[in-house]
């Protein structure tokens, strides 16, 4: 099988060239075509020509693991955050349906309003309440309504041993400062890259042989904590293994106590359930993959 895959260089993107090489041939390509085979257009700030891309590979699956991920500043950006999260996306799905292509894509749990405390299923209503989250969803729905065979993972809080996220930035602040304030009233799931990666690898074959599998699914890891539990969680397993850092306290506080551009969920507890069912995987606990990135950056 051919795969293009998209963004290559982001948390995601360089653990999918890990996994889905073993999968047959893979053209990975970031945003920048003087890196890419061919000088082959990446760029999601100019949609239209993905679909030059997409005629030249002619790929049996494309993999999308370009987006607009910070999260604040797509507030003050909001056209570019829909190029990269809905209009792209759109494009890429236009042209898997055209040429009868799979498409593999990530989603967010941003695309819900966080109310309540139950975990969500994928049925369950969006409502984002920010700009990432809304071109996120747009992105969603551009999909499903291209009619292409598709794959939509919802994720969240997602780090990887490469790119910046929450765990890295914590251990940089905690090296920094006496003091944290960190919110606690804002739950999910840490979930690995690595994890992501070869669940994409398992799902992608799993679907060429069963296609009537294809469609949305919640992929996290198990468990939950909040965004204050997991750095403590971090900073602690960061002592534990030998690294002096000059943090004291970290200070818990509701989110009222930390502004911020974009609103974020405070419930992102999601459901995965039907994922597991479909594919007859258990997913593992959260602490399981953080602490195997901290091993790998730590060293
Ligand atoms: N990070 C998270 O916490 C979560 C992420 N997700 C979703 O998972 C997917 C992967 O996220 P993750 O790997 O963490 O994100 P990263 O921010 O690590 O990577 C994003 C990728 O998009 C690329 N990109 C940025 N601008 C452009 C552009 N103009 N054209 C083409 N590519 C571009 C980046 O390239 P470069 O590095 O070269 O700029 C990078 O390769 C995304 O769909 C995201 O929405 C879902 C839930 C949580
Ligand atoms: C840096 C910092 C952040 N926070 C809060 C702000 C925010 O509510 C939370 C996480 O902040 P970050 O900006 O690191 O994370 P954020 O960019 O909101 O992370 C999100 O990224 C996108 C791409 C997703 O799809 C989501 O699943 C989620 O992972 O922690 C603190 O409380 N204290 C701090 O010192």
Redesign the pocket.
């Known amino acids: 099988m051919k795969i293009l895959l998209?963004?290559?260089?982001?948390?995601?993107?360089?653990?999918l060239q890990r996994a889905l090489a073993p999968l047959g041939e893979l053209v990975a390509?970031?945003?920048?075509r003087s890196h890419n085979p061919q000088g082959l257009h990446?760029?999601?700030?100019?949609p239209e020509r993905l679909a030059e891309t997409v005629a030249a590979v002619r790929p049996d699956v494309i993999v999308?693991?370009?987006?607009?991920?910070?999260v604040d500043r797509a507030e003050s950006e909001p056209e570019?955050a829909r190029?990269?999260?809905a209009t792209?996306p759109g494009v890429l799905a236009r042209c898997a349906a055209e040429t009868g292509a799979w498409l593999l894509?990530?989603?967010?749990?941003?695309v819900f309003d966080g109310s309540g405390s139950a975990a969500r299923d994928e049925d369950a209503p969006t409502a984002p309440l920010s700009v990432?989250g809304r071109t996120?969803l747009e992105?969603e729905q551009l999909i499903r309504a291209s009619g292409c065979r598709h794959l939509i993972?919802?994720?969240?809080?997602?780090?990887?041993a490469?790119?910046?996220?929450?765990a890295k930035t914590m251990l940089r602040l905690a090296a920094e400062r006496d003091r944290l304030t960190v919110i606690d009233d804002q739950i999910g799931a840490p979930?690995g890259?690595d994890l992501?990666a070869d669940l994409s690898a398992h799902l992608l074959r799993q679907v060429r042989q069963q296609p009537e599998l294809g469609g949305t699914y919640h992929a996290v890891a198990a468990g939950e904590v909040s965004w204050h539990g997991y750095a403590s969680f971090v900073i602690d397993w960061a002592r534990r293994h030998g690294r002096e850092l000059r943090v004291q306290a970290i200070d818990a506080v509701p989110t009222s106590a930390f502004p911020t551009p974009a609103q974020r969920p405070h419930n992102s507890r999601l459901s995965t359930a039907r994922l597991q069912a479909a594919f007859g995987l258990v997913l593992p606990p959260w602490q399981q993959g953080v602490e195997r990135m901290l091993a790998e950056v730590l060293g």
């Open positions: 998209l963004g290559k260089g982001g948390q995601v993107g360089w653990e390509l970031d945003h920048d990446g760029d999601f700030s100019q999308n693991a370009a987006a607009h991920t910070a570019l190029a990269l999260n792209s894509h990530y989603s967010t749990d941003y990432y996120k992105g993972l919802r994720t969240s809080w997602v780090y990887g490469r790119g910046g996220n929450f979930t890259a992501l």
